[in-house]
């Protein structure tokens, strides 16, 4: 949105699509806040201490120049978005107030409540339908992208989307477009990520021949509350705000987690990490946490579960800072988390890998195709700072909107002046894949084909990956793929078909789950979120570099470009004493 | 197996606006903590009705399955609200399942509720900036002026608020609770103050803040707890100052 606001500045007509309201996008999760060094507690923070916590969590995987350009960007973006009327936290003063967040020393995260996401996401929102009351936006609602229309010359002249409600394609021409898609969370069938996050999109133009960048780099939070429809997120900013993390001393203790005693609790990221304890990153986190249930076997009950504990914390305190979490934690397990310690378990989060783009304004290797935020690859490395994907989306929306706009002012032929045979052509292609989806006489049902997926990509490809375990998870989803061709929908009709949308999306999740995992296949090292104990050491000789997975001839093929470290230059990553 | 327990759901169907509905009754496999999107879930993979017709899976909305992207509004026994939060077990059976009545019907529990976005264009739900460019930091904000605004700013656009308001019905506009709160927001921001009045005008007359005939319904519908009828009453007293004094205050 934030790049659909800079086009529409920019005197430039948008079309924006949405599979729902944009209003109901998957942002309004976020929970716990926006990083940026606003230095504003008088610790000394500073953007290069931004950069280089940014550069160090991710372990040295992201290109460094354009991630010292966010940093020092993200000061204003907070402006931009306290001037829009986000309702931030305020102190006394009536100025922001910040939180500390991992992977950070400093409180450096400006926050709404623990409903941040959605209080940015809104007044993006807002923004825009500004614009489009002014005419400057049009909204396509309820559409979703099915393919880009990429002309003989290889420059993209339009998108085809097809309207959910008529199951209708409809070829849309334009000098540019801006994808702006989001995560995958559901190639791992359940996550904290919401419906929408399919991935769909990325895998499409994948297909197409845009470059799909650190793949294998998947984000597993340690604080979900496990659910058989979704990890409902409990944001780090509960620990943020001093909630801390435990399990029983003795295994299989039954006794309500209020009623035992301090001494016979393992705080065990205090004591692993002591400097950093309850804020270490994301990636660190969720590993302590199954060590302690599958190696020390200390697990709640012996089940796969850990305590998060805000019960400490003063009534007043959780009210005005983590209220927002709490009450969906109340609302679904029925149990208050202000007396009672929250059972919690890592759930797959986030991508950091994504459309590949270039270094400078968010283009993608294919002219005319733009990406931005969490469908793209270039801000978080290996792994991604808390309170770090706000920013880099408003950030990333914020380049690629004047980039496509000057992009499409420069163009000697516009789209309109494009053969109207390739969009005719394009058309066709996709009303024949939903006729043949809806016309195929197989026995397969697409929900049970998207549970395997989720349980194949969940088991093996999140936090500890092996390699004989990769093939055969690999092999596993040519399978799937065999059994989407037989394929059976049990609903045929024209009008709002989900279920013809549904196979559709899950034709590409299964095509982008195996570039997530023939990425982590071939990367044997161990390096922020990826890790894999058959090589647990970071190895910056062969690995420092950035995985491009192509499209050749219908098949994936990974290639590797190194990594811009002009600016900081590797060193260790280590969270239990200050770096 | 006699004793596995079971599930009762009935749902209204209707393929599209212009056909008739049918209610279909389904019989799921009860598990722990299961809410009404599982429900749709599991009817999805096996569509398949309760006597053993084959049926098609059941279209509704759902995105975020955490109550705060407004999307899975529904009737759920009779009642308007969330179907993600909505949990088995806190049901009584058969759970039955409707769209909402107050917007039109796309298919089965899927409605069109873009009337509610149109109307945060009616009354300019925004705050007038003058560009993204760089231009320091908004305006300060005491500690007390965030705290009774930022509960206003969670609302989902969820449309629980008009369904089950007795004003909100075929012979009316009335624009509802929730954007009459929204309202009430933007004119609490330093800058967006500046611009009440247009808020207002916007507010006032046919569907307006007026309509309200304090019923009192919308705040009890409402999933994030937003104090709707203290923002219908704030917002009515600034539409009837600007009515009388409007002239004045220029």
């Known amino acids: 949105m934030m790049a659909t606001i800079r086009v529409a500045e920019a005197g430039v007509p948008v079309d924006l699509f949405s599979i729902v309201p944009v209003k109901r996008s998957h942002s309004v999760c976020a929970q716990g806040g926006i990083n940026a060094a606003k230095n504003q507690k008088g610790e000394g923070d500073t953007t290069a201490k931004h950069f280089d916590d940014t550069i160090y969590g991710g372990d040295f995987l992201a290109n460094q120049p354009l991630v010292k350009r966010m940093c020092e960007a993200a000061p204003g973006i907070i402006d931009l978005l306290d001037r829009m009327g ?84 409809n070829t849309f021409c334009a000098d540019a477009v801006i994808f702006c898609t989001g995560g995958i969370g559901a190639i791992f069938g359940r996550s904290t990520n919401s419906v929408v996050c399919t991935g769909s999109a990325q895998s499409a133009l994948f297909q197409q021949g845009v470059d799909y960048a650190n793949g294998e780099f998947i984000q597993v939070h340690p604080t979900a509350i496990p659910g058989e429809d979704k990890l409902r997120l409990m944001s780090e900013s509960a620990r943020g705000e001093g909630g801390r993390m435990w399990v029983p001393k003795k295994p299989g203790d039954n006794r309500p987690g209020r009623n035992i005693p301090e001494s016979e609790r393992f705080y065990f990221l205090e004591e692993w990490y002591p400097k950093y304890g309850n804020l270490v990153p994301r990636d660190i ?104 994907s706000l920013v880099s989306c408003i950030f990333g929306g914020g380049l690629a909107g004047p980039a496509a706009a000057k992009y499409a002012r420069n163009l000697e032929k516009g789209a309109e002046a494009a053969a109207s045979g390739i969009f005719d052509r394009e058309r066709k292609r996709q009303e024949e894949k939903n006729q043949a989806l809806l016309s195929t006489d197989g026995t397969e049902n697409p929900m049970t084909i998207w549970r395997g997926l989720g349980e194949i990509m969940t088991e093996h490809v999140t936090v500890t990956r092996i390699n004989k375990n990769l093939e055969a998870a690999d092999a596993k989803l040519c399978e799937l793929g065999e059994r989407f061709k037989k394929i059976n929908l049990s609903d045929r009709s024209k009008w709002s078909n989900q279920t013809l949308n549904f196979a559709r999306e899950l034709g590409n999740m299964l095509i982008l789950a195996r570039v997530v995992t023939l990425g982590a296949l071939q990367r044997n090292e161990s390096r922020g979120a990826h890790y894999k104990p058959d090589f647990p050491e970071r190895d910056d000789a062969n690995w420092l570099k950035t995985t491009r997975a192509k499209w050749v001839n219908g098949k994936i093929k990974l290639t590797y470009e190194p990594v811009d470290i002009s600016q900081i230059p590797p060193r260790a990553r280590h969270y239990d004493a200050a770096k | 197996m006699a004793d596995a327990k079971q599930v009762i759901v009935k749902v209204k169907r209707q393929n599209s606006p212009a056909e008739k509905p049918r209610w279909e009754e389904f019989a799921l496999k009860w598990r722990p903590s299961m809410n009404v999107i599982i429900c749709l879930r599991d009817i999805a993979e096996n569509p398949v009705t309760r006597d053993g017709k084959k049926t098609t899976p059941v279209s509704y909305e759902s995105n975020c399955l955490e109550e705060v992207c407004g999307s899975c509004a529904m009737l759920i026994n009779g009642r ?101 709160s929204q309202v009430r927001l933007f004119n609490m921001h ?61």
């Open chain 1, 86 to 169: 986000v309702m931030f936290n305020r102190t006394p003063e009536g100025l922001l107030d910040y939180r500390r967040f991992g992977g950070t020393l400093y409180h450096r995260t400006a926050f709404a409540g623990a409903t941040t996401g959605q209080q940015l996401l809104y007044a993006l929102d807002e923004q825009v339908r500004r614009h489009e009351a002014d005419g400057k936006v049009k909204k396509f609602e309820g559409s979703t992208f099915l393919s880009a229309v990429i002309d003989d010359g290889g420059v993209c002249r339009g998108i085809t989307a097809m309207d959910l409600r008529s199951m209708e394609v």
């Open chain 1, 285 to 388: 986190a969720t590993r302590a946490i199954h060590r302690i249930v599958y190696q020390e076997k200390l697990g709640l009950a012996g089940q796969a579960a850990v305590y998060l504990d805000v019960t400490q914390i003063p009534r007043e305190t959780l009210a005005r800072k983590l209220e927002g979490i709490l009450e969906i934690y109340e609302k679904f397990l029925g149990v208050d988390p202000r007396v009672e310690p929250m059972r919690v378990f890592p759930g797959m989060h986030y991508t950091m890998g994504g459309i590949w783009v270039n270094g400078e304004d968010q283009a993608t290797n294919v002219a005319g195709i733009y990406a931005a935020g969490e469908c793209e690859y270039q801000y978080h490395g290996a792994n991604r700072l808390g309170a770090n």
């Open chain 2, 80 to 180: 308007a609200r969330m179907a993600c939060s909505a949990l088995v077990d806190q049901l009584d059976q058969p759970i039955r399942l409707e769209p909402m009545s107050k917007f039109p019907l796309v298919r089965d529990l899927a409605v069109n509720r873009q009337f509610m976005f149109d109307s945060l264009k009616r009354v300019k739900a925004w705050i007038p900036i003058d560009g993204t460019y760089d231009l320091g930091e908004g305006p300060r904000m005491s500690f007390e002026a965030q705290e009774k605004a930022y509960p206003l700013s969670r609302c989902i656009s969820c449309g629980n608020c008009l369904e089950v308001c007795p004003q909100v019905n075929e012979h009316s506009n009335f624009i509802g609770a929730a954007i009459i």
């Open chain 2, 190 to 250: 330093p800058t967006g103050a500046m611009h009440a009045r247009e808020r207002l005008l916007g507010v006032m007359g046919n569907g307006g803040v007026e309509d309200c005939a304090n019923a009192q319904n919308c705040v009890k519908a409402c999933p994030k707890d937003i104090p709707l009828t203290e923002s219908i009453a704030e917002v009515n007293r600034q539409a009837w100052k600007q009515a009388l004094f409007g002239w004045l205050l220029g």
